[in-house]
């Protein structure tokens, strides 16, 4: 996609785990849970604004006055790139983007043993959790490494029919998974595709586990309900 181009300079440097676009005038990069401010990529709002609505036509998404906010993943040879924006107006004073890079390749419970990501108490306990199919849940602040630590313990069972239900693809699991996403309403308010429709119907295509990517609001509901 010509779009991520833009960002080329800043995803080059595989530290950077996440870019703030908090205006024309001003980007970030998180590098070791540092922010740090960089030369501003784009000239002026309108230039900012035109790409992050033509990222989202690229991916599929909408960004309009309409739907001023709206979050898209996009695989690239720099990895599996979140991005999340807000255009301009009633609900920001300038149009933002905040993408965050989930690496390709995914690390294996070993190597985060390895790397004090975990202890070994917790990769046993683990291991034992995936032994016995015990219902668990993940939870963390924002950029803990949730999604990191799920696709690690996910690829132990790679041999297993698992059912991703996400909002945007981002686990991007190997072996025998199956990725279902979600989908938005149209400009009728029609034809949604929601979380319960998709844990309705991976029921009924001979899951081994089944993963709900994240949960807030009403969909803790739903993750209830599932682990029943």
Known sequence: MHEIEKLKPLLADERVTDILITSSSKTQVEISGRLTEVEPLFENESQLRSWAQAVFSSCGGRLDLSQPLGEVSVPTDFGLLRIHAVLAGE?????????????????????????????LNQLQLIQTILLSKENFVI????????????????NEVSSERI???????????AGNAVALKTRESNHERAGAIT???????????RPDRIVIGEARGEELLLLLQSLN
């Open 163 to 173: 059912l991703t239900l996400e909002e945007n693809f981002e686990l991007a699991l």
């Open 139 to 154: 939870v963390g602040g924002t950029g803990a490494g949730k999604t990191t630590l799920l696709r690690a313990i996910l």
């Open 195 to 205: 979380l319960k429709t998709l844990l309705r119907n991976a029921l009924r295509m």
């Open 91 to 119: 609900c920001s004073l300038d149009t933002q983007v905040s993408l965050r890079r989930h690496p390709l390749r995914s690390l294996s419970l070993q190597e985060l043993l390895a790397t004090n990501s975990i202890n």
